[in-house]
């Protein structure tokens, strides 16, 4: 185990030392991916179809902070939607404004979360996304995950739309886009399925994430997953909706297996070494629990628990800072 983390401690050093590098380097490839699946899911506008385009628009993504590469992203879907015709613009448009007034502008670090939804739906791994989520956004990211769902649905039903314009229906009148898109996801129950699904599954894996118990992590995890594909069986099987089985499954195992993994890169500790510090000052009775980190140094080499008048201080040196910003 020692050897693992010294690799890992390894790879930290050197993402550190070239940070400024690697950075946007990672930024410029997930930049891409994002919109070459925007470009897979509104493939509508011959500006965002060309390669030349996508790689420009990951170039100033890679550059630029995460809510506008979120707002990029957007914006390339709502020119797509209105090379469709005017009324499913007009409709991403208030479905992107709706979301901004709603969470995002409030909440905008989960910004990556409204990028990796669809970008995984549409990789047929979407279900891996409500652990991640909870696990490296906690409670705020359900409704960005939500908002996720709803954009790869309104693809699919702005894709359906585009097929019928210029068409006429039984009665000789004109095809109507917008009339079309708003039946379409107001009747779309599978979307509404996956979108209270995942809210509900983000927020009880959060709350479990969080709780003062040992090895409270990876049993949010691994409850968080399969509650994913307890809670899309069962509610597929009441409202009569089809889910591909096989992609609830292996999506949801694989959110297990890549939380896991990213959590003990994140960090990592010891409970066999856990001890608690009891304290008091004049205003409170304090009960710390302190848990070493697994890390660089070997067992014989770790740190001490931190002595009850450092505890004390800590705790209510950031008192004082909560009092001060407030």
Same mark, same amino acid.
């Given at each position: 185990?020692?050897?693992?983390?010294?690799?890992?401690?390894?790879?930290?050093?050197?993402?550190?030392?070239?940070?400024?590098?690697?950075?946007?380097?990672?930024?410029?490839?997930?930049?891409?991916?994002?919109?070459?699946?925007?470009?897979?899911?509104?493939?509508?506008?011959?500006?965002?179809?060309?390669?030349?385009?996508?790689?420009?628009?990951?170039?100033?993504?890679?550059?630029?902070?995460?809510?506008?590469?979120?707002?990029?992203?957007?914006?390339?879907?709502?020119?797509?939607?209105?090379?469709?015709?005017?009324?499913?613009?007009?409709?991403?448009?208030?479905?992107?404004?709706?979301?901004?007034?709603?969470?995002?502008?409030?909440?905008?670090?989960?910004?990556?979360?409204?990028?990796?939804?669809?970008?995984? #739906?549409?990789? !047929? %791994?979407? &279900?891996?996304?409500?652990?991640? @989520? /909870?696990?490296?956004? *906690?409670?705020?990211?359900? $409704?960005?995950?939500?908002?996720?769902?709803?954009?790869?649905?309104?693809?699919?039903?702005?894709?359906?739309?585009?097929?019928?314009?210029?068409?006429?229906?039984?009665?000789?009148?004109?095809?109507?886009?917008?009339?079309?898109?708003?039946?379409?996801?107001?009747?779309?129950?599978?979307?509404?399925?996956?979108?209270?699904?995942?809210?509900?599954?983000?927020?009880?894996?959060? #709350?479990?994430? !969080? %709780?003062? &118990?040992?090895?409270?992590?990876? @049993? /949010?995890?691994?409850? *968080?997953?399969?509650?994913? $594909?307890?809670?899309?069986?069962?509610?597929?099987?009441?409202?009569?909706?089809?889910?591909?089985?096989?992609?609830?499954?292996?999506?949801?195992?694989?959110?297990?297996?890549?939380?896991?993994?990213?959590?003990?890169?994140?960090?990592?500790?010891?409970?066999?070494?856990?001890?608690?510090?009891?304290?008091?000052?004049?205003?409170?009775?304090?009960?710390?629990?302190?848990?070493?980190?697994?890390? !660089?140094?070997?067992?014989?080499?770790?740190?001490?628990?931190?002595?009850?008048?450092?505890?004390?201080?800590?705790?209510?040196?950031?008192?004082?800072?909560?009092?001060?910003?407030?």
């Amino acid at each position: 185990m020692t050897e693992v983390f010294a690799v890992r401690d390894k790879i930290r050093d050197f993402l550190r030392k070239f940070d400024e590098v690697i950075t946007p380097l990672f930024r410029f490839i997930v930049a891409f991916i994002v919109f070459s699946t925007m470009n897979n899911l509104f493939g509508y506008s011959p500006l965002f179809s060309k390669g030349v385009v996508v790689f420009l628009l990951s170039v100033i993504s890679a550059l630029v902070s995460n809510p506008l590469m979120a707002a990029i992203a957007a914006v390339q879907i709502v020119i797509s939607c209105f090379a469709v015709s005017l009324d499913t613009g007009v409709i991403a448009l208030l479905l992107f404004v709706l979301m901004y007034c709603m969470y995002m502008r409030m909440f905008v670090r989960c910004s990556w979360v409204l990028a990796l939804v669809p970008v995984l #739906l549409a990789w !047929k %791994l979407g &279900y891996a996304v409500p652990v991640i @989520v /909870a696990v490296f956004a *906690g409670v705020s990211g359900a $409704i960005p995950a939500a908002f996720g769902v709803l954009i790869y649905h309104f693809a699919g039903i702005v894709r359906e739309a585009s097929t019928m314009i210029g068409t006429k229906g039984a009665d000789g009148e004109d095809f109507v886009a917008y009339s079309y898109i708003v039946d379409a996801l107001t009747d779309h129950k599978k979307l509404f399925v996956m979108m209270i699904g995942f809210v509900v599954i983000v927020l009880i894996t959060a #709350l479990l994430y !969080k %709780l003062p &118990y040992d090895y409270s992590w990876y @049993v /949010a995890i691994l409850v *968080g997953g399969l509650l994913t $594909i307890l809670v899309f069986l069962i509610v597929s099987a009441k409202l009569s909706v089809t889910l591909e089985t096989g992609a609830l499954i292996g999506g949801s195992l694989l959110g297990i297996v890549v939380a896991a993994l990213l959590q003990s890169i994140k960090s990592m500790v010891d409970y066999s070494k856990k001890e608690v510090v009891q304290f008091e000052d004049d205003d409170y009775f304090y009960y710390v629990k302190a848990i070493p980190k697994m890390g !660089k140094k070997e067992d014989k080499d770790a740190k001490p628990a931190p002595k009850k008048k450092a505890v004390a201080d800590t705790v209510k040196a950031r008192k004082q800072e909560e009092l001060t910003e407030q």
